[in-house]
């Protein structure tokens, strides 16, 4: 014997689930898009296009946390890899602007979004180095890597394991490149 009106009930739970998912991945991935569109435009130099996007994805963000609860588009994997893209983009355009890496206000990001982020901003910044270093600006490759220093050491504290180790280590042998590119600087300018 079953229960249908369970069964019916289950179906339309489910259903219902399956359109609110796919919602969110659709605007999730609106909001990964343009959060790398904003990572290309900080590394042009054109801020205002980033600062644009930023505030546009965060809008997006807000409107994702009005529809539906944090606790419903946590649980996919392509919001979270939204909100983790978009804390880099915006970390990253703390580092631009010489800003403080800090908290990013109006939004409520998860720890694993801000680890994520703050990670992966390392390759960002040994991007932005690479680029500094092309022009002849060594003193900001030399504050760069000193960013990078401090975010690491922070990071050490934290012991961190999963798929955030993983970023971990990556942003470790990020700050290994800009150690070398800043060796290699003083080498050639004889410092």
């Known amino acids: 014997m079953i229960n249908k009106t369970f069964l019916n009930q289950l179906k339309k739970d489910y259903q ?3 359109i609110e998912r796919r ?4 605007l999730s991935n609106n909001v ?6 904003a990572i290309f435009a900080l590394h042009r130099g054109d801020i205002k296009t980033a600062e644009d996007k930023l505030l546009e994805m965060e809008n997006e963000l807000l409107n994702l946390e009005k529809k539906f609860s944090l606790k419903r588009i946590e649980e996919e994997g392509a919001y979270r890899a939204a909100v983790e893209e978009y804390t880099e983009a915006k970390l990253l355009s703390f580092a631009i602007k010489g800003a403080k890496i800090d908290k990013i206000k109006n939004l409520k990001l998860s720890n694993d979004a801000y680890l994520g982020g703050i990670c992966d901003l390392l390759g960002e910044l040994v991007r932005l ?3 500094e270093a092309a022009l002849g600006n ?4 030399t504050e760069i890597k000193e960013l990078s220093e401090n975010i690491m050491d922070q990071l050490i504290d934290f012991d961190l394991t999963g798929y955030l ?3 971990y280590d990556q942003a470790r042998g990020h700050l290994r490149k800009l ?3 800043s060796y290699e600087i003083k080498l050639r ?3």
Do not use: P
Request: glycine share 4%; aromatic share 6%; hydrophobic share 30%.
């Open 16 to 18: 219902k689930q399956e």
């Open 23 to 26: 919602q969110i991945i659709s």
């Open 32 to 37: 990964l898009f343009h959060s790398k569109k």
């Open 129 to 131: 180095a690479t680029n």
């Open 138 to 141: 060594f003193k900001r490759v």
């Open 165 to 167: 180790r993983t970023k």
């Open 179 to 181: 150690e070398q590119m």
């Open 189 to 191: 300018i004889g410092q």
